[in-house]
Each structure stands twice: as structure tokens, then as C-alpha cells.
């Protein structure tokens, strides 16, 4: 049944259908899109199910029904009773206005509407005027009901390269009581999304406008204000050196693990005792606990872990590279090559580290690839009549040793 069947039908029964949220947003902003939600107004519980019984009722909190691969809700209104994300007492029913269905959202941009039927856009917040002006803005009071959007908001100003109006940014501030209650599974969901947009930095510096990054970002907070050589870093403390980092990452691959790791390279930084700036020996040491840790808070995937411990341990010896004895080469490049990160990973976390600075030559990714793939363990193994075992292991190393003093002469 085609949308349009759906809500002539609907109307017929005294309902009407709405396109809403992100839909009609990024329609606005000539994105694509792949999730249609649909807000139904006019109708109750079992008359939609009259109506459609096909439908599947998904939800505990309030109905939602899937059908032709899209939501439709019934417009519903919320009241907040207890902290946190989950605690709201659901009122839907045929009486509930689409305005007091819009009411309830979170931000301006995603509290728009298009009657499916006629085509009528119904913005009663000035959504349209916020998108045209590049500006993230709360729907109303209600937003600081839900400590969730504090991420939300930051999260969609990194997607959208919006800025967040400073009312919205002080809303978010109330909020930070009630962070704490959030699921660890539902953070990294919005970093995740974050760390998918073309300047993830944003993600972080809305959160520090905000004064929310020490809750569930701590690590990154404690980048703020450790101080680096400026010969070297001119960019200013370590936090600024990460986010120039971490957008630099964008330009080199969409793999989400290795953005983390380029965002987590420095963690140890955080770490360095003051007394000790601007330098910090031993960041990176300090740094694979600290990641460790992290990861763990937040419930990560083992995979990002072992990715991000790799960028904080490796790093620095990527970056040193070129001055390595032949035999050190070697030690590096078969360890990161076995690890989660890979070569191509670190080689991409110390590029960012670098900021792109070409005069280092440092290109252990190729390099590396012309060692493994020139002195094989099959290789070596007929050339020396050896067997699987210890000593075809210490052969190869001393062969790959060997081809690397001849590159290096």
C-alpha cells in the first residue's frame, strides 16, 4: 500500500497522516535520508488497528507500528516523572494536537512536519529559518526534560556544521545532573555518529562550550590546557593538537576505528604531571591505560580498544621511524603489523599526529609492505629447507633485517 493510500484512508476516518523529524529536515537540506517517520493525528489506538491490520506494534512506552518499512506514531504528549533518559508518562490519543505532538521534540530542525496529503509544511517553531540560518536551537522548555539531547545536540551540529544558540547551551549545562543516568551503550551511540561526520571536532567543543565534556569524556577533558613544546605545536595545548587531529582523520578514511584512534593517540598527555610541561615523556606508556580505561567506561567494542591502545603505544615510535637502526625497523613493523590498528591504521594516526607536514618523509606503510611481502615465511622456508617452528620465525626476522640494511644503504 502506497503511503498516500495510507493516509486517504486514514482521513476517511476522520485521521490525518504527517511526515516528521529528520525526514522532513534533511528533505529541506537536500539530504538523503533512509528512515520515514510518520506522525498520526486524529486517531486512537484501536482505530489505527482497525484500519491496518497488518500493522506490527512495536514499543512498550507508547504505540509505534511498522509498516511498509517505515514508523507511524500516534501523536502523543510526555510528561516527565523521575530522572534521566527513560522516565516520562506517555499520553496518546485522538485529542492530541500535531503541535503538542512537535512540542515534545528536542530541537527546532527536527520539530517540522509535512501533511502527507496535501503537501503543507507545518513548522511551528521556525525549524525552516533555523536551517537556513545554520542554527541549533531547543524546541522549547521541554528539552531539558531528557538529559540525552545534551549529546544529541552536539552530535548534530558535528553532521550538520551548525552552530548551537547560546540559550540551547545553557540548557544543556542544567542537564549535566543527569548525565550520569544515561546508558554508557547510548553515549558511544552518538559518537559513534559524530566520529561519521566530516569535522567530528565540533562533537567535543559543543560539549566543552556547554561545560558537559568532563561527564562521560573526561580523558579528552584532561587535554584541555597541557601545554606542548610550541616549536612543535603551535597550535596550543593538547586538546586543540587532538581535534586538529581528529578532523585531519576525515581526510584520510571513513573506518570509525581508526578516527577513534587518532583521537585517543594523545590520552596520555592528559595524564602528565604539570610540573612537567610542556613536555610529556612517557605520554604514550600512560596513554594505553588510559585508553584501556576509556573503552571500558564506555562499553566499546573490543576492537576499538585494541585499536586505540595500539595509536597510544605506537605512535611515537611511528613518528621516529626514519632514525630507527634496521633491526628496530623491523621489531615495529612486524608488531603493528599483527595488531588490530595495522599498518595502514597507524600510518594514518601518525600522519594526523604530524599534521601533514611532508618534510618528514615518514612512510613506514610502504615500506613495510615491500619487507613482508618480499621476505616471506614460504620464501624463506624453501630457500633454508626449514619447517614451520621457532627457527623459520628467526630466520624470517633475520632475512627481513637483512633486505632492510640493503634498502637503507
Known amino acids: 500500500m502506497e503511503i498516500k493510500e495510507i493516509a486517504k484512508k486514514m482521513e476517511e476516518s476522520g485521521g490525518r497522516l504527517y511526515l516528521v523529524g529528520g525526514a522532513v529536515r534533511d528533505k529541506l537540506l537536500g539530504r538523503e535520508n533512509y528512515d520515514e517517520d510518520y506522525c498520526v493525528v486524529g486517531l486512537d489506538n ?20 511498522r509498516m511498509n518499512g517505515c514508523e507511524f506514531a500516534l501523536a502523543r504528549k510526555e510528561t516527565k516523572v523521575g530522572v534521566g533518559h527513560k522516565e516520562f508518562e506517555v499520553v496518546s490519543g485522538k485529542e492530541i494536537t500535531l503541535k503538542e505532538d512537535l512540542e515534545r521534540r528536542d530541537i527546532t530542525i527536527n520539530a517540522m512536519a509535512e501533511d502527507v496529503l496535501s503537501g503543507e509544511l507545518f513548522d511551528y517553531f521556525g525549524g525552516k529559518k533555523d536551517l537556513e540560518s545554520g542554527v541549533i536551537r531547543a524546541v522549547s522548555s521541554h528539552f531539558s526534560e531528557d538529559p540525552l539531547r545534551v549529546y544529541r545536540v552536539a552530535r548534530f551540529s558535528s553532521v550538520l556544521g551548525f552552530s548551537v544558540d547560546k540559550e540551547t547551551i545553557s540548557m544543556m549545562n542544567n542537564l549535566k545532573p543527569e548525565l550520569v543516568y544515561l546508558s554508557k551503550e547510548r553515549v558511544f551511540e552518538e559518537l559513534k555518529k559524530a566520529l561519521a561526520s566530516e569535522k567530528p571536532s565540533i562533537f567535543f567543543n559543543v560539549l566543552r562550550e556547554a561545560d558537559v565534556l568532563d561527564v562521560h569524556f573526561e580523558p579528552i577533558y584532561k587535554l584541555i590546557g597541557a601545554l606542548q613544546p610550541e616549536k612543535y605545536h603551535p597550535e596550543g595545548d593538547a586538546y586543540n593538537h587532538t581535534m586538529i587531529c581528529l578532523d585531519k582523520s576525515c581526510e584520510y578514511t571513513s573506518d570509525l576505528k581508526i578516527r577513534f584512534s587518532v ?76 595488531s588490530y590498528l595495522g599498518l ?50 628467526k630466520k624470517l626476522h633475520e632475512e627481513r633485517v637483512a633486505w632492510m640494511k640493503k634498502l637503507t644503504k
Not at 264 to 281: A, I, S
Not at 292 to 306: A, Q
Open 46 to 65: 484501536s482505530e489505527f488497528k482497525r484500519l491496518f491490520p497488518m500493522a506490527k506494534l512495536d514499543g512498550k512506552a507508547f504505540p509505534v507500528y
Open 263 to 338: 583521537l585517543v593517540h594523545d590520552l596520555g598527555k592528559g595524564e602528565t604531571p604539570k610540573e612537567e610541561y610542556p613536555h610529556h615523556y612517557g605520554h604514550e606508556e600512560r596513554g594505553v591505560e588510559v585508553v584501556r580505561n576509556f573503552c571500558d567506561y564506555l562499553k566499546m567494542p573490543n576492537s576499538w580498544k585494541k585499536c586505540g591502545m595500539v595509536a597510544a603505544r605506537q605512535h611515537m615510535r611511528g613518528g621516529i621511524f626514519n632514525k630507527m637502526k634496521p633491526s628496530k625497523k623491523v621489531d615495529f613493523i612486524e608488531r603493528v603489523d599483527k
Open 344 to 393: 595502514e591504521g597507524l600510518q594514518i594516526v601518525v600522519d594526523c599526529d604530524k599534521g601533514g607536514r611532508t618534510e618528514d618523509n615518514l612512510d613506514f606503510l610502504s615500506i613495510g609492505k615491500k619487507c613482508l611481502s618480499s621476505v616471506t615465511a614460504e620464501k624463506v622456508a624453501k630457500e633454508y629447507n626449514l619447517k614451520p617452528g621457532i627457527a623459520l620465525g
